[in-house]
C-alpha cells in the first residue's frame, strides 16, 4: 500500500499507517500523531494509567482541529 496524500502529489512512497478516521494509508512524513493519557480504573485495585497513540493523516487531522 502506497501513501494516499503522496499519490494526490505525484508521489509513490510506501505507507507505514492507515488513518484511525479515513482509512488512508499514510507514511512517515505525512502521519500525525497525537498521544492521550488516560487512567483505567479496575475495582477493587489501584487505577492504572496508560497512553494510547491516534494515527491520522493530514487531511483528517486538520478537519479535527478547525471543527472546534
Known amino acids: 500500500m502506497n501513501c494516499y496524500d503522496c499519490a494526490l502529489n505525484g508521489n509513490t512512497t510506501p505507507a507505514v ?3 484511525n478516521d479515513c482509512g ?3 507514511c512517515l512524513d505525512c ?3 497525537e498521544q492521550t493519557d488516560h487512567t483505567h480504573s ?3 485495585g489501584v487505577p492504572t494509567p496508560h497512553r494510547t ?3 491520522t ?3 483528517c487531522d486538520l478537519v ?3 471543527a472546534s
Request: positive net charge; glycine residues 4%.
Open 53 to 55: 497513540r491516534t494515527l
Open 57 to 59: 493523516c493530514a487531511s
Open 42 to 44: 479496575s475495582s477493587p
Open 24 to 26: 488512508a494509508g499514510i
Open 31 to 33: 502521519v500525525r500523531v
Open 64 to 66: 479535527m482541529h478547525n
Open 17 to 19: 499507517a492507515v488513518c
